[in-house]
């Protein structure tokens, strides 16, 4: 059975900084894209950053330059940290694996691809 547990969500101040952990079992970690959606109040859920096979990073846009993700293999993990952390990066972070075709993906296929998900973790962002 597939699971993936998230981690270190919480709240911090503005320019802050936090690490989201999502463990990842019954699947084959090196053959699955992993990474994160978020869902921010007033928004629609949007993907912001995924690890691909080989621990290539996709940062879709409006979180480049501030969130960067860790592929560790050895404990099928994957970490995003997040600095310079800002009010609007509130919401409900969800972990997500999708598997893996080859190839780039654009942001929609990916999404579309996906067939695993976290319960969310929370994520405040205060001024």
């Known amino acids: 059975q597939v699971h993936l547990v998230e981690s270190g969500g919480g709240s911090v101040q503005t320019g802050g900084s936090l690490r989201l952990s999502c463990a990842v079992s019954?699947?084959?970690?090196?053959?699955?894209?992993v990474g994160w959606f978020r869902h921010r109040p007033g928004n629609e859920r949007e993907g912001i950053a995924f690890s691909y096979p080989g621990d290539i990073p996709q940062y879709p846009g409006s979180v480049r330059g501030r969130f960067f993700l860790d592929r560790d293999t050895s404990m099928n993990t994957i970490h995003l940290r997040m600095y310079r952390l800002k009010p609007e990066d509130t919401g409900i972070y969800y972990c997500?694996?999708?598997?893996?075709?080859?190839?780039?993906?654009?942001?929609?296929?990916?999404?579309?691809?996906?067939?695993?998900w976290g319960n969310g973790t929370l994520v405040v962002v205060s001024n």
């Open positions: 019954g699947v084959d970690f090196e053959s699955t894209i």
């Open positions: 997500a694996g999708a598997p893996y075709p080859g190839g780039p993906l654009s942001i929609q296929d990916l999404s579309a691809r996906i067939t695993m």
